[in-house]
């Protein structure tokens, strides 16, 4: 009776086993091999952004390089001066620069320079207006990303420098 009680176990794992295995070679492993492929295809749609080679300097717009001056509104000017002309770059030179949001606009190339730093501000009141946006897959109106671009075609970040969130536990 033991025996049999064990044996009758074993045939029922061995069943359920079976049955694992062949559910783990369903559909969603070719849904997944599928979604590479459209991968493969949408990134081979992808056209590299083209640019003016006009270069506006943040400097020339008000910016200073030492960390605490506020150059948002020096970066996002020369943006919106290089958009409103036609494109071009907009270069961040060797430096520490202090921002809040960034707006990207239309033909833009935001380049930051090799030891150049785009420190952005911990400040949320920097970050405001507040903007569509989505959280965790939900649409939403809230604060700015650091560097937000809704609706925006042709643009690029360019370059060997570093955007610094100042990311901490208190922020």
């Known amino acids: 009776m033991i025996l049999q009680k064990f044996l009758t176990i074993k ?3 061995l069943a359920l086993i079976a049955v694992l295995l062949i559910s783990c070679t369903n559909s969603k492993v070719s849904t997944l091999d ?3 492929l459209n991968a493969n295809k949408i990134e081979a749609g992808i056209e590299q952004p083209k640019f003016n080679d006009t270069k506006y300097f943040i400097k020339d717009f ?6 605490i001056f506020d ?3 020096a970066i996002n000017s020369a943006i919106q001066k290089c958009s409103a ?7 961040i030179t060797k ?3 202090l921002t809040g949001s960034i707006h990207l606009l239309s033909n833009v190339n935001l380049h930051i320079e090799e030891n150049a730093v785009l420190k952005f501000s911990t400040d949320p009141e920097k970050y405001l207006p507040i903007v569509f946006t989505r959280w965790e897959g939900v649409e939403c109106m809230n604060y700015s990303s650091l560097i937000y671009a809704y609706g925006q075609q042709n643009i690029a ?3 060997k420098g570093i955007l610094d ?5 208190e922020n």
């Open 11 to 13: 045939i029922l794992l």
């Open 71 to 73: 150059c948002t509104n």
């Open 85 to 91: 002309n036609g494109g071009g770059k907009v270069v």
């Open 95 to 97: 430096g520490i620069y």
């Open 165 to 169: 969130g100042q990311s901490s536990n």
């Open 34 to 36: 599928f979604n590479w």
């Open 157 to 159: 970040i360019t370059g």
């Open 62 to 67: 008000g910016a200073v390089s030492d960390g």
